[in-house]
């Protein structure tokens, strides 16, 4: 399964691999900003294993890890750069040495100098989609920003760009620019905005799902009881998170879960791969780019594109068990 991201003539794999997991962790305001856990050596076998298994998009954003998802992706894919499209994030400044984050900046002197940085750690000299990753501006800066993302088309610095935000205004204002091609927003069986995928479809503009796993919610691992580890984003109270609360996974998402786990493990899925197959289904825009560790984790997520959507009796179904 391939699709085209938006206006570009850029083809990926009809799923991407995010990789916040793999960068581990950096620090924001005293708190745990990423995942528990992560092992480069395994990263980098996952990646290959993903690749090697028609898997050829990965998506990162130089914050991940204060910098260290770029470096590990950097690790992986060298020697395969013409193999693999990237895309990457700026937005969010932090400092490399200690991992923490603090403060944002989209000013065309900080783009440019964040686009190098993650230029260096990936070990390319092209981005293929840029993104902005601060979930609004100020509209005085959008004209500057987005004409500097222009300038770095023209340079073939960046292929084409977009943001990382589900604010429908940040959606229009991409779609008035010739030379962006993407959106990121939150999307899953759980949360999704109609709005914005009609709003891409009818604009021509990819549609990349951030958390399409409701962050591993929707792999069935985890119950209401289960507590999340304390050097782990979920293991914390934080303002946006919907998927887990108090460090234990949402008990009234899990038990919609398994209201519906029936369907999306038909045909012989399994729920990662149900779920992954609910967004394709959705909407022809939706690509998924979930969070990924290790090898095995790639190789199911590949192995979803042998089975495709789910069929329109099945969105069906899932809206009518759903209540909606």
């Known amino acids: ?6 206006r570009s003539d850029i083809e990926v794999s009809a799923l991407g691999l995010g990789c916040w997991p793999i960068g581990g962790l950096a620090w924001r305001d005293g708190k745990p900003d990423g995942y528990h856990g992560a092992d480069d050596n395994v990263s980098i076998d996952a990646i290959n ?6 898997i050829n998009f990965f998506d990162t954003a130089d914050c991940y890890g204060a910098g260290h998802a770029e470096e590990v992706l950097g690790k992986a894919i060298k020697g395969k750069r013409d193999k693999v499209v990237i895309a990457t994030k700026f937005g969010n400044i932090f400092n490399e040495s200690t991992r923490t984050l603090a403060g944002e900046s989209v000013s065309p002197d900080y783009i440019r100098r964040a686009l ?6 990936l070990g390319t000299d092209y981005i293929d989609i840029y993104q902005i990753h601060t979930w609004s501006m100020n509209l005085a800066y959008v004209t500057p920003c987005m004409d500097t993302l222009d300038e770095l088309v023209r340079e073939g610095k960046i292929r084409t760009y977009g943001w990382s935000t589900d604010l429908l205004e940040g959606a229009m204002l991409v779609a008035a620019r010739p030379m962006a091609s993407v959106m990121q927003y939150q999307c899953n069986l759980f949360f999704y905005d109609e709005l914005m995928m009609e709003y891409c479809k009818k604009n021509n ?3 990349l799902n951030r958390s399409p796993l409701a962050m591993g919610l929707l792999s069935g691992k985890y119950r209401p009881d289960t507590r999340m580890p304390e050097d782990d984003i979920r293991g914390h ?15 009234e998402l899990v038990k919609k879960l398994d209201s519906i786990k029936e369907i999306l493990t038909d045909k012989g899925r399994s729920l990662v791969q149900g779920a992954i197959a609910w967004l394709w289904a959705k909407s022809p825009v939706n690509i998924p780019i979930p969070g990924f560790r290790t090898r095995e984790q790639a190789i199911e997520l590949a192995k979803s594109m042998e089975y495709g959507p789910l069929s329109k009796e099945a969105l069906s179904e899932i809206d009518k068990l759903l209540d909606r």
Not at 116 to 121: D, F, N, Q
Not at 237 to 251: L, Q, S, V
């Open 205 to 207: 503009l990819a549609g």
């Open 49 to 54: 294993a993903a690749i090697d298994n028609g």
């Open 116 to 121: 190098e940085a993650s230029l260096r750690r």
């Open 237 to 251: 109270r934080i303002e946006w998170m919907t998927f887990y609360k108090d460090g234990k996974p949402n008990a």
């Open 1 to 6: 399964m391939k699709r085209t991201l938006g």
